[in-house]
């Protein structure tokens, strides 16, 4: 599975002695990770700069911004910014976060935390002016949600994969499962996510399967409903990745076809079993999924299978442990 490639700009490189903590005059870099169509390292310095309204990012820094922007689960944007020292110490670390699916959302409270982080005096008064100052200059009020950084920690701590499932997601796919054997058919699933796990639901119908043994002939006709919670659910950037454990149920219409002779009956099979599902967003509404799932048959009843000679067979319904693969398209809520 391939993994959305994250731009990484080291704008400064850290060297030379640090001082015993930040100043509003000391050198500064900044590293910074964000993927396409977010705010890169480059102009985020500009923004930041122009904030300050001096230029704070020089060569041989003292200090490093070190920050990481990815997305917030189930949806929105999130930033994580670290204050780094010359030897590599964690001096503090924040976190920004926004609800809103457009990336630039979270840019402005970005360049408030990382300008409060260098220079809070310079930060709250807001960006410079090119013009003479006024001999009485108007009170400006202070930009919403002002906070200083965390309390330092011993050590960095390394962003990891966004958990929890994605937003609200519909996927019809088309199946192919094994009865007695591998057969074609139809399921939709969806997938919706009440709190921190990924739930799904899944519907899937097998219209036709047809099982022969010594002349006699069985032919199916099963529809089954599974219901799964998935605790492990991985995001990044583009891709997704779930595992659920599942339980189901199947109604199978059976009709055994002899000599001159004809039996239907319905029989219900239970399986419990696991579920992967492995998406690839398309668009902003749609992704292509691929799930694998396996179930094993704690309920299997029998089917009677006629024979040719007026004999017959009672057999399992389906084989003992059964799969399942899904391909298809999801279309993704809000």
Not at 216 to 238: D, F, I, Q, Y
Request: aromatic letters at 6%; hydrophobic letters at 40%.
């Amino acid at each position: 599975m391939g993994v959305l490639s994250r731009c990484g700009v080291v704008l400064l490189l850290a060297s030379g002695p640090a001082l015993a903590g930040p100043g509003s005059e000391s050198r500064w870099g900044l590293r910074w990770n964000a993927g396409p169509g977010c705010i890169q390292a480059a102009p985020l310095a500009r923004a930041v700069e122009e904030r300050l309204g001096r230029t704070v990012f020089g060569p041989e820094p003292e200090y490093l911004v070190d920050g990481v922007l990815e997305r917030g689960g189930p949806s929105g944007w999130k930033a994580r910014l670290s204050l780094v020292d010359v030897r590599g110490n964690v001096l503090g670390s924040r976190e920004v976060s926004t609800r809103e699916e457009a990336c630039s959302a979270i840019e402005p409270r970005l360049l408030l935390v990382m300008a409060l982080m260098i220079d809070p005096t310079a930060a709250l008064s807001g960006p410079a002016s090119t013009s003479p100052a006024p001999a009485s200059p108007p009170v400006q009020e202070p930009p919403p949600e002002p906070s200083p950084p965390e309390s330092p920690r011993p050590r960095p701590e390394a962003p990891g994969p966004r958990m929890g499932g994605r937003a609200n997601t519909l996927a019809a796919t088309v199946s192919a499962g094994a009865g007695f054997g591998v057969v074609p058919g139809l399921a939709g699933t969806v997938w919706f996510v009440p709190g921190e796990w990924t739930w799904l639901v899944r519907m899937s119908l097998y219209p036709y399967e047809s099982y022969t043994k010594d002349g006699g002939r069985l032919l199916l006709v099963s529809t089954g409903a599974e219901t799964g919670v998935c605790p492990v659910s991985v995001g990044e950037g583009a891709w997704s990745v779930s595992g659920c454990a599942t339980a189901g149920f199947s109604l199978v219409f059976a009709y055994s076809q002899g000599y001159e002779q004809g039996r239907m009956e319905p029989l219900l099979r239970g399986d419990l079993g696991l579920r992967a599902r492995l998406e690839r967003r398309l668009t902003h509404g749609t992704a292509l999924q691929v799930g694998l799932g396996a179930g094993y048959g704690w309920l299997r009843p029998t089917v009677r299978l006629l024979k040719p000679d007026g004999t017959a067979e009672d057999l399992g319904l389906g084989l003992p442990v059964q799969g399942s693969v899904d391909v298809g398209v999801s279309f993704l809520g809000p």
